[in-house]
């Protein structure tokens, strides 16, 4: 079974950048076929998707925020981490990593999800 | 706003059908692409209800269907159940702008 869970700083201030760790166990990263994205929802409002890592590193990142965006990968750890930079009160929300299937671009299972706020 | 254009919300007694629109266009939906719907239940993650334009994960009860035609799709739950009371997600991949994953922008539905 796949499980991914999210982790890192539940505050963040204005300006400063966000990381935030997803590990993944039951698939492989190296393994073709497999992916790993992100996707966030602030309080109140819808999914918005962020970015996706492939099992080759293609790298895949939302126009609107791609300049402010970094996925890697540690592939000896199970784990993807994103960055944010710059980060604003508006990018309070809750944070989920989820396993993808290239093959359809879906989100076939999601880690729980971790609120961050962001302090002004 | 959303790529991907849903009624907001949505409503239905036990036992009757609902249905909840996705409205894409010739970059996603009318492309060829795929797409998903998820169930979203307050403070968990989503899930998966419908890959593919019409498949159910392992688990999801054949009330739930899913179809797609032309730059549009809908999700059709029959014998409504409290426990459906939820938000619901579309979702697709747009191949402007360098190829992205689109969300819709939700519907509430409530039972």
């Known amino acids: 079974q796949i499980t991914l869970k999210e982790s890192g700083p539940t505050l963040v201030k204005h300006t400063q950048t966000l990381t935030l760790t997803c590990s993944f166990s039951a698939f492989s990263l190296y393994t073709s076929g497999e992916a790993v994205g992100w996707i966030r929802q602030p309080p109140g409002k819808a999914l918005e998707w962020l970015g996706l890592i492939y099992w080759n590193d293609e790298k895949r990142y939302s126009p609107s925020l791609k300049n402010r965006l970094t996925i890697t990968r540690d592939t000896s750890k199970n784990e993807v981490v994103l960055t944010m930079t710059n980060m604003d009160p508006v990018d309070t929300a809750t944070y989920y990593c989820a396993h993808s299937r290239p093959r359809y671009h879906d989100f076939d299972y999601w880690g729980q999800g971790t609120l961050v706020t962001v302090s002004s | 706003q959303s790529v991907l254009t849903q009624t907001p919300s949505v409503s239905g007694a036990p036992g009757q059908r609902v249905t909840i629109s996705c409205i894409g266009s010739s970059s996603n939906i009318g492309a060829g692409y795929d797409v998903h719907w998820y169930q979203h239940l307050p403070g968990t993650a989503p899930k998966l209800l419908i890959y593919?334009?019409?498949n159910r994960p392992s688990g999801v009860p054949d009330r739930f269907s899913g179809s797609k035609s032309g730059t549009s799709a809908s999700l059709a739950i029959t014998g409504l159940q409290a426990e459906d009371e939820a938000d619901y997600y579309c979702q697709s991949y747009d191949n402007s702008l360098s190829g992205s994953v689109v969300f819709g922008g939700g519907t509430k539905l409530t039972v």
């Open positions: 593919g334009n019409n």
